[in-house]
């Protein structure tokens, strides 16, 4: 039997609180955890998503963020964004630059993210437990979506604030 994942939490200042299942903090909005995002990019104008595989239990095949997860309990963020790219698309970065830091405030949770952003263009040893299929998104198509039905509302967050790291003059290298 799989044992439960426990996260570490925060409370909306900052302070550590302990350890919490990610099964109960996902139900509560009032105290925080630690995500990564890794967006992985083919160029500058290009970025990879993943759809969610069909046994995800939040957002099952809906198009997400390259590469996403929680942090281990002790783990750094970049080392969370390494462990989640082999884990997920089989592949280890060969550089990450960090982008930006937010808080993602949702309904039902509230998570301190990370973003990272790496370049690749070699195949894909995806984990279909966790990712159903990777495919390529222009930049300009996704910044101008109308219809996020088919995405992740977490994705969706991402974008906006990869939309202003790009329009004030963050680079992605």
């Known amino acids: 039997m799989k044992s439960e994942e426990l996260l570490e939490t925060f409370d909306l200042n900052g302070n550590f609180l302990g350890l919490i299942s990610r099964k109960d903090c996902h139900k509560n909005p009032g105290i925080a955890h630690r995500a990564v995002h890794l967006l992985v990019f083919k160029n500058e104008k290009e970025l990879f998503l993943q ?6 239990d939040l957002y099952p095949l809906c198009w997400d963020t390259s590469v996403g997860g929680h942090l281990n309990v002790g783990e ?6 390494i462990r989640e790219c082999i884990e997920e698309l089989g592949f280890k970065p060969l550089t990450v630059k960090f982008l930006y830091k937010y808080t993602a405030f949702f309904e039902e949770e509230t998570e301190l993210v990370e973003t990272f952003a790496t370049f690749y263009n070699k195949e894909f040893n995806i984990n279909k ?6 495919k390529v998104f222009s930049l300009d198509y996704l ?12 994705f969706i967050l991402e974008l906006g604030h990869l ?3 790009i329009k004030s003059g963050g680079s992605l290298k």
């Open 51 to 56: 759809k969610r595989s069909e046994k995800k």
């Open 76 to 81: 750094s963020y970049i080392d969370a964004a």
């Open 129 to 134: 437990e966790e990712v159903a299929e990777v």
């Open 143 to 154: 910044f101008n979506l109308n219809d996020h039905s088919f995405f992740s509302p977490y």
């Open 163 to 165: 939309k202003c790291h």
